[in-house]
């Protein structure tokens, strides 16, 4: 029996129902390849979803390797030659595998008389090539130093040095071994620094050691231990530097760690160098907002740098320069997610990523969003800016939000001179300082190419206002002879505060609808301010402009001064009344309100080299305002300069007070609605 479906709609309908499980088919793959998803963090550290940049391509299993289960595999190392070493401390073995996955031999550690032996707490691994010798940081035994068929050389053990402290307790992690033969060692609660052993095994001191974080708890901790007894002082938390987590050895020589401690802000991944200094900027590594269990990182031959937070179960690579390229993974059961995540390595552009409670080993391969930016960087770190515009271009095509490709782009057309549209990228990119130096170049080219019209303009701005002084010496009339009109008043109390704040009192000439129009170009103005300062100067962040917030912070402030102004100098015998406070409060805002304008158009001209020109108009303004504020006050209150500026310095503590109040406020009522809503939606649950 055939199905015949009648008409043309009938045949839309069926079409479009195939297109729909198509589409649903598709999207399940691709939740299957990735459980999780790509983000990095935008300038003003808020993360924001990208492109996929590695997914899961394989998961290795003992099963699948035909060596059993792994039981509790503990660190992973990478040889040049593509070999992988898997530490693996339940059974007694390490693993290595062919580049390919599959498994090449399985070493069990043997003593110098080739009789077997048991790892304690085998906790971290190390290859070295040069040397030919195999490194496990046994956390109860030493650090083992074996050679590559695992037959024991020597063990390193608790370092007899008077530099140690008496209870210092040898508990190595990890350790490496640079080109020289240096060893160094990680020891668990070791504050010190990593510990230098040379070739022999003798004990040569420490390396990258900490000073003690400065803040506000350490000086309060050590002002007491000044007061107290040495018992209770003994009882304080004491102030440590910061402990080297993890570690891993990258060309060069350069040692890369990961650390904690008290209060540690930033600088979470060093690069050493031979002398212990840190190459790479003070910054936040991993996420941001969160608490992190910073637990390996790894370095690939092409200078990105990975970390692994085992807490979150995600990896973040950085560049050379510290810039987080991409964040992904997690923590589950799903293909590509950990339980356990204990450590990552690079096996070229791969990640490795080994699961201890699970014993397996996750390979992630990057996608061609992932490859591009990792092209591209590597092009912009050899100045090929131009070379790296296809790639970075690709990059935008996925996420047109990349800063570093719109930076990288903007790089390109900077070198080609086309400083307009490098400006423009450097803009997306929100790369201030590269956009001020594209802008300057810009604006130089354009005043060259139209000096003449530029000169003209200029002549005409200074002449202008020259004129009209001449024309006003010339005309010049007494107070008395010249004829101010009401809405004239808030133009000459501007050029002349004291005169026209004066004659505005005796003559009782001040207006509420003047006022009102001076507090309207005031709003207008703080809505401009917010939206058109240019972006070398701008704070703001786009897309995020509240009209509420801009009008509570401009018309809000400005009738909560002369409320609090009015009630003060109603108790201390002032003669302004409310209306009176309002209009001349508004009268003395013009010289803020015209200056806010000017200094718009001076933020789109000016670079921040040229900031201190901007800052110094600014200040202009605001001591304008001061001033015009002071003597309107003084008029209005008929008060003494001395009384005037007490009741003003009154009236902003008042103006605090409110502010705190209605914090007070904004805090109970949102937390009586939580409440409420809480009770509502437990009695919907009933």
């Not at 103006?655 to 409420?676: H, K, N, P, R």
Request: proline share 3%; charged share 20%.
């Amino acid at each position: 029996m055939s199905i015949r479906i009648p008409g043309r709609r009938s045949r839309h309908i069926a079409a479009t129902l195939l297109l729909g499980a198509a589409f649903s088919l598709n999207a399940a793959a691709l939740t299957e390849e990735a459980p999780y998803f790509s983000y990095r963090y935008d300038p003003w550290d808020t993360a924001v979803e990208t492109a996929q940049s590695y997914l899961p391509d394989r998961v290795i299993v003992g099963e699948n390797l035909g060596c059993g289960t792994l039981s509790l595999p503990t660190d992973l190392a990478v040889t040049s030659d593509g070999r992988i070493w898997i530490l693996d401390a339940g059974n007694n073995r390490v693993l290595v595998l062919e580049e390919d996955m599959a498994l090449e031999t399985e070493l069990t550690p043997v003593d110098s008389q080739g009789e077997r032996i048991s790892l304690q707490e085998p906790a971290g691994l190390f290859v070295s090539e040069k040397f030919e010798q195999i490194l496990i940081a046994d956390k109860k035994a030493g650090v083992l130093v074996f050679d590559l068929s695992l037959r024991l050389i020597r063990t390193l053990g608790q370092p007899d040095s008077r530099i140690l402290p008496e209870d210092f307790l040898f508990s190595p992690v990890n350790a490496v071994v640079d080109s020289s033969g240096i060893i160094y060692v990680i020891s668990a609660n070791c504050y010190q620094g990593a510990l230098l052993y040379d070739e022999e095994g003798q004990f040569l001191g420490f390396y990258g050691s900490e000073r003690v974080t400065l803040t506000l708890q350490t000086l309060f901790n050590q002002f007491w231990k000044n007061i107290l007894t040495e018992n209770q002082a003994a009882r304080m938390r004491r102030s440590v530097p910061a402990e080297f987590v993890n570690f891993c050895l990258g060309d060069g020589d350069f040692i890369y760690t990961i650390r904690r401690g008290n209060d540690v802000q930033s600088g979470q991944v060093k690069k050493l160098n031979a002398q212990g200094t840190n190459i790479l900027p003070e910054k936040v590594f991993g996420d941001i907002g969160v608490t992190l269990q910073l637990a390996d990182i790894t370095v690939d031959s092409d200078g990105f740098i990975t970390i692994l937070d085992s807490g979150s179960g995600r990896l973040l690579q950085y560049d050379e320069e510290g810039n987080l390229l991409y964040a992904f993974g997690g923590k589950g059961s799903q293909k590509g997610l950990a339980m356990d995540p204990v450590a990552v390595q690079a096996l070229g552009e791969k990640l490795l990523l080994l699961d201890n409670q699970t014993g397996q080993l996750i390979v992630f391969q990057p996608t061609d969003f992932a490859k591009n930016i990792r092209d591209a960087t590597l092009l912009c770190a050899d100045g090929k800016y131009q070379e790296a515009m296809e790639p970075w271009q690709s990059v935008l095509r996925q996420d047109s939000s990349y800063a570093l490709a719109n930076r990288g782009l903007g790089k390109a057309y900077e070198g080609m001179e086309q400083y307009e549209t490098a400006a423009a990228y450097y803009r997306k990119s929100y790369e201030r300082e590269l956009y001020s130096e594209a802008f300057s170049e810009y604006r130089n080219a354009q005043l060259q190419e139209h000096f003449g019209l530029f000169m003209a303009g200029l002549a005409l701005l200074v002449a202008i206002p020259i004129g009209i002084l001449l024309y006003r010496r010339r005309h010049r009339k007494s107070l008395y002879d010249q004829r101010i009109g009401r809405f004239q008043y808030p133009l000459y109390c501007m050029f002349h505060p004291f005169a026209g704040f004066a004659d505005l009192k005796e003559r009782r000439q001040d207006s509420l609808p003047a006022a009102g129009v001076i507090l309207l170009l005031l709003a207008v103005v703080s809505i401009l301010q917010q939206q058109l300062t240019g972006f070398a100067f701008s704070e703001t962040r786009p897309n995020s402009f509240h009209l509420l917030y801009t009008l509570v912070s401009s018309l809000g402030v400005f009738f909560a001064f002369v409320v609090c102004n009015w009630s003060i100098t109603t108790i201390m015998d002032g003669k302004g009344t409310l209306r009176e406070i309002t209009n001349y409060s508004a009268y003395a805002l013009l010289p803020y309100i015209l200056g806010t304008v000017v200094i718009i158009l001076l933020s789109n001209l000016l670079t921040t080299e040229e900031a201190m020109f901007l800052r110094m108009a600014q200040w202009i303004v605001y001591a304008w305002t001061g001033i015009s504020l002071l003597t309107a006050l003084k008029e209005v209150h008929m008060y003494s300069l001395g009384r005037t500026i007490w009741t003003a310095v009154l009236t902003v503590l008042g103006m605090v007070i409110i502010l705190i109040v209605c914090a007070i406020c904004y805090t109970i009522l949102s937390q009586l609605a939580e409440f409420v809503g809480s009770v509502i939606t437990e009695l919907r649950m009933r």
